[in-house]
């Protein structure tokens, strides 16, 4: 089974600027969640997604947002970038059962490779 | 909101020896997950082990177990007979059972295993 696959590895854009990272999950898992590592603030939770619905949002600023698509694929964009915004972003697929409310399951995170941004 | 503390940075420990990891957590809530992820150097992360707070009994995973002290708040890895292959970046993580994926992580600890 493929694991989690993020595109591109590597790039680099400049302040400004905008980019879109993408995710593919393992086959079979509806749930995809975005975290931002970096070396001074560890790994962040950005979002999650299950089945197309952003049901779990961390505390960035709304120049970060992602979306998924019926595939479960998923992508996330940051607008107007800055230099801060320089990190690996990890993308993580889970198994979860249901969808919304309390007593839920939700399975182990399975990573990717993730997305190394360089913002000039 | 929920946070998780991992106070050693770094770590080293002679090949075959053991050593242990800490992990200290906040959290006002009794339904979490705790976890333990590696990192190995530009390789993604994976679960080592997996802890559900309402079981008292302390995970194990072939060479690596934990100590889970629930109303202490702490959550120490431990890692038997260390394998070069162990030397990674160690994260400990929590997740509350009712938000989903949203897991907070500890910063890390980079373990070096000397041969």
């Known amino acids: 089974k493929a694991g989690v696959t993020q595109t591109p590895r590597y790039l680099i854009k400049t302040r400004g600027q905008q980019v879109t990272l993408s995710c593919s999950p393992i086959?079979?898992?509806?749930?995809v969640s975005w975290y931002q590592q970096t070396p001074g603030q560890g790994l962040q939770f950005l979002f999650e997604?299950?089945?197309?619905?952003?049901?779990n949002k961390g505390n960035f600023p709304g120049r970060f947002s992602g979306r998924q698509f019926s595939n479960s694929r998923s992508e996330m964009n940051v607008s107007t970038l800055e230099l801060g915004d320089s990190a690996l972003y990890l993308c993580a697929s889970s198994l979860a059962t249901a969808s919304g409310g309390p007593g839920y399951a939700a399975g182990e995170l399975f990573f990717g490779e993730g997305s190394r941004l360089t913002v000039l | 909101a929920q946070t998780v503390t991992q106070s050693q940075p770094e770590m080293s420990v002679q090949e075959a020896e053991t050593v242990t990891l800490s992990c200290t957590y906040d959290t006002s809530e009794s339904d979490y997950y705790l976890f333990w992820y590696k990192q190995p150097p530009s390789r993604q992360m994976i679960l080592v082990i997996r802890q559900e707070a309402y079981k008292q009994q302390n995970a194990t995973e072939n060479r690596f177990s934990v100590n889970f002290q629930k109303a202490a708040k702490s959550f120490s890895l431990k890692i038997s007979d260390s394998q070069l292959g162990d030397a990674a970046m160690y994260f400990c993580?929590?997740?509350?059972?009712?938000?989903?994926?949203?897991?907070?992580f500890g910063t890390g600890t980079s373990l070096t295993v000397i041969p």
């Open positions: 993580a929590y997740r509350y059972t009712y938000t989903g994926n949203q897991f907070y």
């Open positions: 997604y299950f089945s197309e619905t952003q049901r």
């Open positions: 086959s079979g898992h509806r749930s």
